[in-house]
């Protein structure tokens, strides 16, 4: 199976400040035949079901806000909120979708600092 | 707009066989671009990815779950079910049914409770 690490496991960010969550993948989840990573990253909020931010690890999901971004390639990867609101107050996991069984990262718990 | 419905019992006694039913509107199970998919959450922990079955009837399991698994598909009803025998208190987790676009999981149902207890 193909481990996804994600670091930090929590962090505590300011209103308006930048906020950077990282998952590492124990192999490349590039597909050198359409060079396309095979990762998504969603955001959970408590009592609800995941929610898409990004596939293909930059791509951004219909209705995502900009201030998100995702980034990286191979093994290792980035999901940064630029400017940090309230509502961004969630668990985001990573997941990859290469090789099943498609797992997904610990999760990374966002505060509000 | 698509939307999932999971449904099921609450609770099931451990050694039985737990059956969920993920009812989907808004787009037909046989799309070829579609893959329903199955995904657990134990309260207070991370995701873990059950299995998939492809619009044809293939399927994808999880080998820490797979030989306890089946997933399977009604085109008569628009549903697809997921089906886990041998409970143990380890399987108490919300179940989420979701559909995946090239794999990628773009819509989730709400999720449903599953305790494991006798």
């Known amino acids: 199976d193909i481990v996804m690490t994600q670091s930090p496991d929590s962090l505590a960010v300011s209103l308006g400040e930048r906020a950077t969550i990282n998952c590492k993948s124990s192999q490349s989840i590039l597909y050198s035949s359409n060079n396309k990573n095979y990762l998504a990253w969603y955001q959970q909020k408590p009592g609800q079901p995941p929610k898409l931010l990004f596939y293909w690890a930059s791509t951004r999901q219909s209705g995502v806000p900009d201030r998100f971004s995702g980034s990286g390639s191979a093994t290792d990867f980035t999901l940064t909120i630029s400017s940090l609101q309230a509502e961004d107050a969630a668990v985001y996991y990573c997941q990859q979708y290469l090789a099943a069984p498609y797992t997904f990262g610990q999760g990374t718990m966002l505060e509000i600092k | 707009q698509v939307q999932l419905q999971e449904s099921g019992p609450g609770l099931v006694k451990p050694s039985q066989t737990l059956s969920l039913t993920c009812t989907v509107s808004?787009?037909?199970?046989?799309?070829?671009?579609?893959?329903w998919s199955w995904i657990r959450q134990p309260a207070g922990k991370g995701l873990e990815w059950i299995g998939q079955i492809y619009s044809g009837g293939s399927t994808n399991y999880n080998p820490s779950l797979k030989s306890r698994v089946t997933i399977s598909v009604d085109t008569s009803t628009n549903h697809f079910s997921l089906n886990v025998s041998s409970l143990t208190a380890a399987d108490t987790a919300v179940y989420y049914c979701a559909r995946g676009l090239f794999r990628y999981l773009d819509c989730w149902g709400h999720g449903t409770l599953v305790t494991v207890s006798s």
């Open positions: 808004g787009a037909s199970i046989t799309s070829g671009n579609n893959i």
